[in-house]
Structures are given as C-alpha cells and as structure tokens.
C-alpha cells in the first residue's frame, strides 16, 4: 500500500509543533529528566487529544518543523512507529520503515565512534522491547497469507532482510558486548569490581 500523504505543517497543533522543537533541544542539549517528561507525559497526553485514532505528522513534516537533526530522526520515526503499532494498524510500508529506522538507531547506538546523545533509561528499555515486539508482529502478519493481495507477498519474499531473526539476534548480542555486562557479572561474582571497575562506554547510561 502507498503511504499516506504527508500532514500539511501549517495544520499541526501548535502543542504539537511545541513538543517536536522541546524534544529536539532536550536531545541536543541532554537533558534526561526534560526528555523523560516529554516522553512519558507530553507526549501521551498530545496523543490523547489529537491522535488517538489517527497517526502522529509524518517523520518528514517533523524534521521540516523543527530542522532536528539525524538522532531527532531517530528518535521521532520511533515513536511514531510505535504509536501506530500501538493504536492503530501498520501497514507493509510502516513495518518496512519501521524496521529500517531501528537498523539506523542500532547503527548508531553500536558505531566505533561513540554515541553522541543520551535517553533516559524507561525509553532506552521500551525500544528493545518495541523492536522485539514488532520482530514478532510481522512474523505473525507475514504468515496470515488469506489477508494479503499478491503484491504485498511478492514484497515481503524480496526482502527476506526485514525483520529478519539473525539480523535481530545480532543486534541484540552486539548490544550486550557493547555494554561490557558479562565482564561486569563475572567481577561482581568473583568480588572484584570494587577493585578493578569495569568501563563502560559513554554516555554510561545508554550502555548500563
């Protein structure tokens, strides 16, 4: 199915309009209790007034709104995604773009380079429980074959790449090497983390 057309900038709530330009500081500026308020009350609250039955702007119209910049990307198609997920029902092309937008988050959060922004630790925890969930969902949805034209099978078997299992597992191995908990375990079992602390990558909470 085609997308649906983008939302008209001037027709979003000025509340709205308000949230995506506090979240973009909050993320350039790394301000966890800010981004956590957003997160967990403003935007709940926005969704329940204005889109409780209808999808947030379109990712493009927010980064256009805002001018945020590739992490506010990020971190907006996420929610969006998973509002749509969550009230609504994803289409081939969301679950296909969802998908792509947590390779490019995970990409980042495991880039040799470091990570250059910070989220508090409820968002950190609902993404991978998100991309687990939606890992899910689309193996139940790609299996229901009476519900889909014939298009959307030719789709989804040339891109055996999305929502794949090992590309899932590898992340999630990835993540766990890069957070250094088994050398964290295994110094606080053998009683020798007081001593010889394990690093953790920075910003510490994103890897903790």
Not at 24 to 49: A, C, M, V
Not at 154 to 182: C, F, G, M, Q
Request: proline share 7%.
């Amino acid at each position: 199915p085609a997308s649906a057309p983008s939302t008209p900038a001037s027709t979003i709530p000025e509340g709205v309009v308000n949230f995506m330009q506090s979240l973009n500081s909050s993320i350039r500026n790394r301000e966890i209790s800010q981004i956590f308020h957003l997160y967990e009350n403003i935007f709940n609250r926005l969704t329940e007034r204005f889109y409780k039955n209808y999808p947030w702007p379109q990712p493009e119209v927010a980064q256009q709104l805002v001018g945020g910049d590739q992490v506010f990307s990020f971190l907006y198609k996420e929610l969006y995604y998973r509002h749509i997920y969550a009230r609504l029902q994803p289409t081939l092309d969301q679950r296909f773009g969802s998908w792509q937008n947590y390779t490019d988050l995970f990409s980042a959060l495991l880039s040799s380079e470091g990570v250059t922004f910070e989220l508090p630790d409820a968002w950190l925890w609902d993404i991978l429980d998100e991309y687990i969930y939606q890992f899910q969902a689309f193996c139940q949805y790609k299996h229901k074959i009476k519900a889909k034209t014939q298009e959307e099978m030719d789709r989804i078997s040339s891109h055996p790449d999305v929502w794949n299992v090992a590309t899932l597992l590898k992340t999630l191995y990835a993540l766990v090497e890069k957070s250094n908990i088994h050398t964290f375990l295994e110094r606080e079992k053998a009683g020798t983390l007081e001593s010889d602390p394990v690093p953790i990558p920075e910003p510490t909470n994103m890897y903790k």
